[in-house]
Nanobody, 119 residues
Framework: QVQLVESGGGLVQAGGSLRLSCAASGRTASTYAMGWFRQAPGKEREFVAA????????YYADSVKGRFTISRDNAKNTVYLQMNSLKPEDTAVYYC????????????WGQGTQVTVSS
């Protein structure tokens, strides 16, 4: 099994920045992809960003493209989400997720970290 622990959430003014981290531990596969999702009050969980094993391929939701950057450090089993130019609509609980490269569905999820952006 795999455990994911997010950190870095908090309260920030609109226009500010935060960096979220997610550390993976346990029986991680030789290669795995990671993603970030978020869920705002009254909304469904939505995709934010994803990154493949090597870091060569990244994907972003249109709502965050150009403002957020996903990256990873495989030596540390950690994925990051750098969030710049934050907007109040970015307020949500942010979750990281893990999947082996050979499967399509995310298999493990972190507990979530709250991000609140004030105007």
């Amino acid at each position: 099994q795999v455990q994911l622990v997010e950190s870095g959430g908090g309260l920030v003014q609109a226009g500010g920045s935060l960096r979220l981290s997610c550390a993976a531990s346990g029986r991680t596969a030789s290669t795995y992809a990671m993603g970030w999702f978020r869920q705002a009050p009254g909304k469904e969980r939505e995709f934010v960003a994803a990154i493949n094993w090597s870091g060569a391929s990244t994907y972003y939701a249109d709502s965050v493209k150009g403002r957020f950057t996903i990256s990873r450090d495989n030596a540390k089993n950690t994925v990051y989400l750098q969030m710049n130019s934050l907007k109040p609509e970015d307020t949500a609980v942010y979750y990281c997720a893990y999947r082996r490269t050979v499967v399509y569905e995310y298999e493990y999820w972190g507990q979530g970290t709250q991000v609140t952006v004030s105007s």
